[in-house]
């Protein structure tokens, strides 16, 4: 037996142990819950992804029957990257709302008005009750930049029809966002390929 092969053996017996150690001891946890609930989720943080466990979450409600839309504040409405061939494909909605990469914007104060006035679309989609998840990709960056106001947002928020799901995405979510969401996941990079001069993949980065 190679070194290689121990190490995977006593990895393998130390798993087995806790895993039924952990089997025997859980229990259900009480006061759960039951039927549906509308949650805010947040995917924040600096690491790849956060976009693409939105994505994730529109295929699964899709694949039960709900109905999804999408708004992404940064990107243009004529953007057709993986995401919006699959999405054209299965016939759900989305709308580009920005200018592209709002850092490299030559007009920024039209890339605050393109952002007020997606949230315009984006709050009539969840009032109109015509959606059971509704994503707003990429909507960290206007509140952070004040280009909308989180007290309206966290009014529409608080007043959703309670089945409605919202997932928010973005870096530098707001305290205050955070502190009301339901479910906040902070994706943060341990290695990305771009740092090994790795450029952008086709259907993994666009």
């Given at each position: 037996m190679t070194?290689?092969d121990?190490?995977?053996r006593?990895?393998r017996?130390?798993a087995?142990?806790?895993l ?9 946890a ?5 039927g549906?609930r509308g949650?805010?989720i947040v995917n924040?943080?600096?690491?790849k992804g956060?976009?693409t466990a ?6 699964r409600a ?8 999408m708004?992404q504040f ?5 953007a057709?990257?993986g995401?919006?061939?699959?999405l054209d ?21 039209n890339s605050?008005?393109?952002a007020?006035?997606g949230w ?13 998840l ?7 960056y206007p509140l952070k930049?004040?280009?909308?106001s989180?007290?309206?947002?966290e009014?529409?928020?608080?007043a ?14 707001l305290?205050?966002?955070?502190e009301?969401?339901?479910t906040v996941s ?5 290695k990305?390929?771009?740092a090994?001069?790795i450029?952008?993949?086709t259907?993994?980065?666009?």
């Amino acid at each position: 037996m190679t070194g290689s092969d121990e190490a995977t053996r006593l990895r393998r017996e130390q798993a087995m142990k806790e895993l039924a150690e952990a089997r025997d001891a859980h229990q259900k946890a009480e006061g759960i819950s039951k039927g549906r609930r509308g949650l805010l989720i947040v995917n924040t943080g600096k690491g790849k992804g956060k976009t693409t466990a939105a994505l994730g979450l529109m295929m699964r409600a899709h694949g039960r029957g709900l109905k999804v839309r999408m708004f992404q504040f940064l990107k243009h409405e004529n953007a057709k990257f993986g995401e919006h061939r699959a999405l054209d494909a299965l016939g759900l909605p989305y709308e580009g709302l920005g200018d592209g990469f709002t850092w490299r914007s030559r007009d920024l104060e039209n890339s605050a008005d393109m952002a007020a006035h997606g949230w315009t679309l984006a709050r009539e989609a969840i009032e109109s009750g015509g959606y059971d998840l509704v994503v707003l990709d990429e909507f960290t960056y206007p509140l952070k930049y004040g280009w909308v106001s989180w007290a309206e947002v966290e009014q529409t928020l608080r007043a959703r029809d309670p089945k409605l799901h919202v997932v928010i995405t973005g870096r530098d979510a707001l305290p205050e966002l955070v502190e009301l969401a339901d479910t906040v996941s902070e994706i943060n990079p341990v290695k990305h390929a771009y740092a090994s001069g790795i450029g952008a993949q086709t259907g993994i980065e666009y």
